[in-house]
């Protein structure tokens, strides 16, 4: 018997997840603008301004997690479809943010396996950029 997790079960296991990523970005010493901001048709998991010696960059930043590995990581999984949804998702975004819009922006995706209060994290920087969606 295959045991059907429940809504609530899924969306605090994803809940930990985003805790862990983003607490693994914030020691990198980004920092935090903004988490699950959602948009008809798209939702961004987490906003963050990395500092860097020519400026502050924005980055968007997909949070996948995986038990394990048997439909492939996390990685993978952020498709061209996926893509396009983020890529409209922070166009919205930076559409209400102004003084967002004038910084550098960039697409990173975080890969989590393992258990939900203690994954395993991958950080892929500037895992897309606008002429792959």
């Given at each position: 018997?295959?045991?059907?997790?429940s809504?609530?079960?899924?969306?605090a296991?994803?809940a930990q997840?985003?805790?862990?990523?983003r607490?693994?970005l914030?020691?990198?010493?980004?920092?935090?603008?903004?988490?699950?901001?959602?948009?008809?048709?798209?939702?961004?998991?987490?906003?963050?301004i990395?500092?860097?010696?020519?400026g502050?960059?924005?980055?968007?930043?997909?949070?996948r997690?995986?038990?394990?590995?048997?439909?492939?990581?996390?990685f993978v999984?952020?498709?061209?479809g996926k893509?396009r949804?983020?890529?409209r998702a922070a166009?919205l975004y930076l559409g209400s943010h102004?003084?967002?819009?004038?910084?550098?922006c960039?697409?990173?995706?975080?890969?989590?396996c393992g258990h939900?209060?203690?994954?395993?994290?991958?950080w892929?920087?500037?895992a897309?950029r606008l002429?792959?969606?």
């Open positions: 018997m295959v045991a059907i997790e809504p609530p079960d899924r969306r296991r994803g997840v985003e805790a862990a990523a607490a693994r914030e020691h990198a010493g980004l920092r935090t603008v903004a988490a699950n901001v959602s948009y008809r048709g798209g939702e961004l998991d987490l906003v963050m990395e500092p860097g010696p020519s502050e960059i924005l980055v968007f930043v997909e949070v997690y995986r038990a394990g590995a048997a439909f492939g990581g996390g999984s952020v498709d061209r893509r949804k983020l890529v166009q102004p003084r967002l819009a004038r910084l550098p960039r697409f990173d995706v975080i890969e989590a939900p209060a203690a994954p395993r994290i991958e892929m920087r500037d897309f002429d792959d969606v």
